[in-house]
């Protein structure tokens, strides 16, 4: 049963860290209204959401008068105000271990996302420069390592560290990106498969990469 929250998140399916947001909602059980803020139409930048978030930005969480942006805050905040277990409380080093992969994430996953897609979306550019393409498989290497002593990125369980690491990895995912050469990562990612909020994650994915096709001059991913 879903707990019924007061609150709204400004969302659009395109961007990795809005879906990571959706997916610890999904993943916490909360009933919380999502509304979608098209930001291919420039709602983003209107003076009734600028009064909201300045920054212009999706994800956007408010919770009566407490407005909160940042995905990584907002999943945070969100584990914390429920006591949930996929964010540890009582466990310094578990929790410390869990911001540590959020981080990287913040810093790399979504970094080579960005560097990978913003070029084509915001700047016309027609192909991607082969250091973007090397940059997500030396990421993917990274992250597959992270799996060597464990289930999940953060340990044994499920964390909201992985609900991060698969907005951003599903993403890439959609580009046609070969997981096999990843044994590790495609394990955790086929396991993902079963997580609340899932398919919604793909949709949005797949939406970004055919997106990117169209306005592309070769293939998502070679």
């Known amino acids: 049963m879903s707990r019924k929250l007061p609150m709204t998140l400004y969302h659009n399916c395109f961007s990795p860290p809005s879906r990571m947001a959706v997916l610890a909602i999904r993943n916490l059980a909360l009933d919380i209204e999502i509304r979608n803020i098209d930001i291919y139409k420039g709602e983003q930048n209107t003076p009734e959401y600028l009064k909201i978030n300045p920054l212009h930005q999706v994800p956007c969480l408010v919770h009566e008068n407490f407005v909160l942006t940042e995905a990584r805050a907002i999943i945070m905040?969100?584990?914390?105000?429920?006591d949930s277990p996929l964010y540890p409380m009582n466990d310094l080093r578990k929790r410390a271990l869990v911001d540590?992969?959020?981080f990287f994430d913040a810093t790399?996953?979504?970094?080579?996302?960005k560097n990978f897609a913003r070029p084509v979306l915001r700047s016309g550019v027609k192909k991607i420069p082969s250091s973007a393409r090397e940059d997500i498989k030396i990421l993917l290497?990274?992250?597959?390592?992270?799996l060597d002593?464990?289930?999940w990125f953060a340990g044994d369980e499920l964390t909201i560290a992985d609900l991060a690491i698969l907005a951003s990895v599903?993403?890439?995912?959609?580009?046609?990106v070969n997981f096999k050469e990843f044994p590790k990562l495609n394990s955790w990612f086929e396991k993902c498969?079963?997580?609340?909020?899932?398919s919604e994650n793909h949709e949005g994915s797949q939406a970004?990469?055919?997106?990117?096709s169209k306005l592309l001059e070769e293939p998502l991913w070679k």
């Open 77 to 82: 905040y969100l584990a914390s105000l429920t």
């Open 141 to 146: 290497n990274t992250l597959d390592s992270f």
């Open 108 to 113: 790399n996953s979504f970094v080579a996302v």
């Open 149 to 151: 002593k464990s289930e």
């Open 193 to 198: 498969r079963n997580l609340p909020g899932f």
């Open 170 to 176: 599903g993403t890439m995912k959609c580009w046609g």
């Open 208 to 212: 970004l990469a055919e997106k990117l």
């Open 100 to 102: 540590s992969r959020l």
